[in-house]
């Protein structure tokens, strides 16, 4: 390591371009992206998985865990088409796409 701080060779000194840089930097928001949204798909996943573990936990009959989990499932789809009906609403009104609409409001098509 000392050897190559003090070493003669050039080109381990070589300054990257602006626009190396700025690729760089590009690369990395794309990253990070990406990352930010694997990380709100994984905490979806675990407020899922949470939710069905308290389910069963709480409740003795495992039939009516499962009735309880399909009621759960269709409240949240009928929210779901709800709030992706009114996205779909207000993109078109104010001569948007959709997924921009979602993506102000934090929200993804997967949602």
């Known amino acids: 390591m000392a050897a190559s701080q003090g070493g003669s060779n050039e080109s381990s000194n070589v300054t990257p371009s602006k626009e190396e840089l700025e690729a760089e930097i590009k690369d990395l928001e794309a990253t990070l992206v990406t990352l930010q949204e694997q990380r709100k798909e994984t905490e979806g996943k675990l407020k899922y998985y949470l939710s069905?573990?308290?389910?069963?936990?709480?409740?003795?009959?495992?039939?009516?865990?499962?009735?309880?989990?399909?009621?759960?499932?269709?409240?949240?789809?009928?929210?779901?088409?709800?709030?992706?009906?009114?996205?779909?609403?207000?993109?078109?009104?104010?001569?948007?796409?959709?997924?921009?609409?979602l993506e102000e409001y934090g929200m993804t098509a997967k949602d």
């Open 52 to 101: 069905v573990s308290w389910l069963m936990r709480n409740t003795t009959n495992p039939e009516e865990a499962v009735r309880r989990h399909i009621k759960l499932l269709h409240e949240y789809n009928e929210i779901r088409d709800v709030a992706l009906n009114f996205a779909g609403k207000l993109a078109e009104g104010e001569q948007r796409r959709t997924i921009d609409v």
